[in-house]
């Protein structure tokens, strides 16, 4: 019946008005299909560096449809780059305004605030231990004053966290690498001018994430370059390493570094290892979002693996909430999105609802600019 009607239509000579209703009809139908909402493209749980700028249009899209979480500023060093301006333009190009933009101020040689204020002198962390050995308060007092001064330079910026401070313990007896990252090698003063630090940036108006727990990773090996072993007991860690970490759990995020602790896990590089984010949470009470150090470092590199996807599948599957993959400045963008496309949609929506979460919990309700200073560290 259908049949013989629709042959029966279509043997009607065409006329003008019937001419009409079809060029109607496809006209409604193309409306639709162009104004039907498109798929959004998720947060995806990675921090991207800015290996572009200015932006080309290709640029523009390729960050809309990567759609990170967040990027990291001051890698690589570009000077004529204001990252006010910045945010405006990503904003646009992402379509929302709550990424974050991330930063590394640890002092010393690790000062990317040098290229947004050219005249910015950074103490090192280990200038500070050293004041510490002779009078640990004026030394507290000092770290802190620094982490306001950062912290509210940073927050002109619109930066919004810092990879910092460096809670690691210097472990004694050699002569280990970057001394000058390291506070002190005693707990006790590390965590003193480790929370003083970041007791100073927030009331600055920026995150601090403390890094890089669990510690023990001063290991005389550069770990962009070598891979790491760390032999020391669990109970070594906890009354040595994870004293400095204990107030991380104030804040949101806690960086990790590539390390492997045998005691925890003696197959798997922290990164990769299931047990050691357990033990990380466990023992200091975390909660918020954990993020290990690049993935691009010797140290996190697996012979097993065949591409960046799956390190960052790895990684979010071992515990990490959000990792930093660290594509070659000359990468083909087209590759990064297919690297990125396949993260697992699993990671992907439980950084959002996790996300989510975390930013209705009281630390986001605070007024640090009120806070009392004595009372911080």
């Known amino acids: 019946m259908a049949k013989d009607v629709l042959k ?8 003008l008005w019937s001419a009409s209703k079809l060029l109607l ?33 290709q640029d523009t899209y390729f960050y809309k449809q990567a759609n990170p979480f967040g990027f990291l500023l001051g890698i690589p060093k570009r000077e004529n780059l204001d990252p006010r301006i910045l945010r405006l333009e990503l904003a646009e190009a992402l379509g929302r305004n709550d990424f974050l933009f991330f930063i590394d101020q640890e002092g010393g040689s690790v000062n990317r605030l040098k290229q947004f204020f050219p005249q910015e002198k950074a103490p090192s962390p280990a200038y500070f231990g050293k004041l510490a050995a002779k009078d640990e308060e004026s030394a507290a007092q ?14 002109e910026l619109t930066v919004d966290v810092v990879f910092g401070p460096n809670a690691e313990v210097l472990p004694e007896g050699e002569d280990y690498l970057f001394r000058s990252r390291y506070y002190s090698s005693s707990p006790q003063i590390v965590k003193r001018l480790a929370d003083a630090y970041a007791a100073g940036l927030a009331q600055g108006g920026v995150i601090p994430c403390y890094k890089h727990a669990v510690g023990a990773s001063g290991l005389n090996k550069d770990p962009h370059l070598v891979k790491q072993e760390a032999l020391y007991s669990v109970q070594e860690i906890r009354e040595i390493f994870l004293p400095p970490f204990q107030n991380a759990s104030r804040w949101p995020f806690l960086m990790t570094a590539h390390v492997l602790y045998p005691a ?3 197959q798997h590089v922290s990164t990769y290892s299931p047990a050691f984010y357990r033990f990380v949470r466990e023992e200091l009470n975390f909660n918020g979002l954990i993020i290990p ?14 591409s960046v996807s799956e390190q960052m599948n790895k990684a979010l599957a071992a515990g990490a909430d959000v990792v930093i993959p660290f594509f070659n400045v000359d990468a083909n963008p087209a590759w990064i999105l ?3 496309e396949a993260i697992s949609p699993a990671y992907v929506k439980r950084l959002n ?16 600019s009120k806070e009392n200073p004595q009372n911080s560290f």
């Open 293 to 306: 150090d690049a993935l691009n470092m010797e140290a996190a590199d697996q012979d097993a693996f065949v």
């Open 338 to 340: 297919k690297e990125l």
């Open 142 to 155: 000092e770290a802190y004053q620094y982490g306001l001064s950062v912290g509210k330079k940073l927050k």
């Open 353 to 368: 609802k996790k996300w989510s979460a975390l930013r209705q919990e009281a630390f986001f309700q605070e007024d640090f």
């Open 25 to 57: 009809a496809a006209v409604a139908v193309w409306g639709v299909i162009a104004c039907w909402p498109k798929p959004k493209v998720p947060v995806r749980p990675v921090i991207l560096l800015i290996n572009h700028y200015p932006f080309t249009p």
């Open 264 to 266: 925890i896990d003696v």
């Open 8 to 15: 029966n239509w279509l043997n009607k000579p065409l006329t």
